[in-house]
């Protein structure tokens, strides 16, 4: 986000870039416990989570949230295959020890283990949704975005607010590519526009 200062003619950001980006594993030592910091790229590309195995506590940021899926993708700069390292970063996270979910956003889980088999079930079942709209003849990422519902309630695309049609559309957008990574569809880019099909 931006605005323009008082005595600025150029915008000022409200954010700013981070003083350094983490890589790898971390350990972090605070008063009293231990902290594995641990890298789930994904909803952003420098996402990490934070986990207290001594007190079987994860600290998931935006990783795993309780009642919504998080966005993905959806930053400054593109991120490389965001959905498909989302989804990794998951099963990751799976492989831990279970452990008290304590999110970013929303109440505190009993189960992380629990919060990420929902998560990775429903982006299964979308890439199916998918797949199978583009195999029904709907050939953009907005085509397909049309077919589906969207929330918990179910609503056509088109009742969204703004905001929320461009998230859809772009989580559609990333689901579709990683079809084609899969070769469960084909893409191919024409007049600035991707489009898919089915495979032959």
């Given at each position: 986000?931006?605005?323009?200062?008082?005595?600025?003619e150029?915008?000022?950001?409200?954010?700013?870039?981070?003083d350094?980006?983490?890589?790898?594993?971390?350990?972090?030592?605070?008063?009293?416990?231990?902290?594995?910091?641990l890298?789930?790229?994904?909803?952003?590309?420098?996402?990490?989570?934070?986990?207290?195995?001594?007190?079987g506590?994860?600290?998931?940021?935006?990783?795993?949230?309780?009642?919504?899926?998080?966005s993905?993708?959806?930053?400054?700069?593109?991120?490389?295959?965001?959905?498909?390292?989302?989804?990794?970063?998951l099963?990751?996270?799976?492989?831990?020890?279970?452990?008290?979910?304590?999110?970013?956003?929303?109440?505190?889980?009993?189960?992380?283990?629990?919060?990420?088999d929902?998560?990775?079930?429903?982006?299964?079942?979308?890439?199916?949704?998918?797949?199978?709209?583009?195999?029904a003849g709907?050939?953009?990422?907005?085509?397909?975005?049309?077919?589906?519902?969207?929330?918990?309630?179910?609503?056509?695309?088109?009742?969204?607010?703004?905001?929320?049609?461009?998230?859809?559309?772009?989580?559609?957008?990333?689901?579709?590519?990683?079809?084609?990574?899969?070769s469960?569809?084909?893409?191919?880019?024409?007049?600035?526009?991707?489009?898919?099909?089915?495979?032959?």
């Amino acid at each position: 986000m931006k605005r323009l200062t008082a005595d600025a003619e150029q915008p000022e950001l409200d954010w700013q870039p981070p003083d350094e980006w983490l890589s790898g594993e971390r350990e972090v030592a605070l008063p009293g416990r231990r902290l594995r910091a641990l890298p789930t790229p994904g909803h952003t590309a420098g996402h990490y989570v934070f986990r207290d195995p001594q007190a079987g506590l994860l600290f998931a940021g935006d990783h795993v949230l309780p009642g919504i899926t998080p966005s993905v993708g959806f930053e400054a700069v593109a991120a490389h295959r965001p959905l498909g390292r989302y989804l990794e970063s998951l099963r990751a996270v799976r492989a831990l020890p279970d452990a008290l979910l304590l999110p970013a956003h929303g109440p505190v889980g009993d189960s992380v283990h629990r919060r990420v088999d929902e998560l990775l079930a429903h982006h299964r079942d979308r890439l199916a949704e998918m797949a199978a709209a583009v195999g029904a003849g709907a050939r953009t990422a907005y085509q397909v975005a049309r077919t589906l519902p969207w929330t918990r309630r179910r609503r056509a695309l088109d009742d969204l607010p703004p905001y929320h049609r461009m998230l859809a559309v772009n989580e559609t957008a990333l689901h579709l590519d990683l079809l084609a990574e899969q070769s469960r569809v084909v893409s191919h880019r024409a007049d600035g526009v991707t489009a898919y099909r089915p495979p032959d």
